[in-house]
């Protein structure tokens, strides 16, 4: 090497393990952007078929039950009521129904039906694909991330094992002449 410093060859070592460890980075980026796009593609697709599927409704509260609390499938701040709701197909229905803690017979409280007019969950919104879609995109970058950093730490650390090996060795043959004494060896 004319004009530069000499490098070791741990120096070399790691200069292609940095070159190899950001290649694998890239690598593992366009895997988690990929993992993000087909995890919205997947949850944007259920919410456009549930969508598809569900119809939103206005049901009337007819009456307060005197029920015990349920913990099934009410949500804080709701409880359960009797009302009725005209299905899509035009037929009327009624059943229980979670609603407001505050509705009253009369209140008028949404819902969503299948086509059936029976009560169903509220379908998957887009903005939980696009949710779902970055969270797992992320995580997925920075799991990938966290490995490249984890490989570069173990290469700087056999590397600096090496360095002092070396340093401790190189030592041991100059410091005698360079503090007067004379080796023991």
Same mark, same amino acid.
């Given at each position: 090497?004319?004009?530069? @410093?000499?490098?070791?060859?741990?120096?070399?070592?790691?200069?292609? !393990? +940095? %070159? @190899?460890?950001?290649?694998?980075?890239?690598?593992?980026?366009?895997? !988690? +952007? %990929?993992l993000g796009v087909m995890a919205h593609g997947s949850v944007a697709a259920r919410a456009a078929s549930e969508g598809a599927q569900r119809s939103a409704v206005q049901a009337t509260v007819t009456r307060i039950p005197d029920l015990p609390p349920a913990d099934d499938d009410v949500s804080p701040g709701s409880r359960r009521v009797l009302a009725s709701w005209t299905a899509p197909d035009g037929t009327p229905r009624s059943g229980l129904v979670s609603a407001p803690i505050g509705a009253e017979p009369g209140a008028r409280v949404p819902l969503w039906t299948d086509r059936a007019g029976t009560v169903v969950r509220a379908p998957v919104s887009p903005l939980a694909a696009g949710l779902v879609g970055g969270v797992l995109g992320v995580l997925?970058?920075?799991?990938?991330?966290?490995?490249?950093?984890?490989?570069?730490?173990?290469?700087?650390?056999?590397?600096?094992?090496?360095?002092?090996?070396?340093?401790?060795?190189?030592?041991?043959?100059?410091?005698?002449?360079?503090?007067?004494?004379?080796?023991?060896?």
């Open positions: 090497m004319s004009g530069g @410093l000499p490098r070791r060859r741990t120096d070399r070592i790691e200069d292609a !393990a +940095a %070159v @190899l460890l950001c290649g694998i980075g890239v690598v593992l980026l366009v895997i !988690a +952007a %990929v997925a970058a920075l799991l990938g991330l966290l490995l490249v950093y984890g490989g570069w730490r173990l290469v700087r650390l056999v590397t600096w094992r090496r360095n002092a090996a070396v340093w401790e060795r190189r030592w041991a043959e100059v410091e005698p002449a360079w503090s007067g004494r004379t080796s023991t060896a």
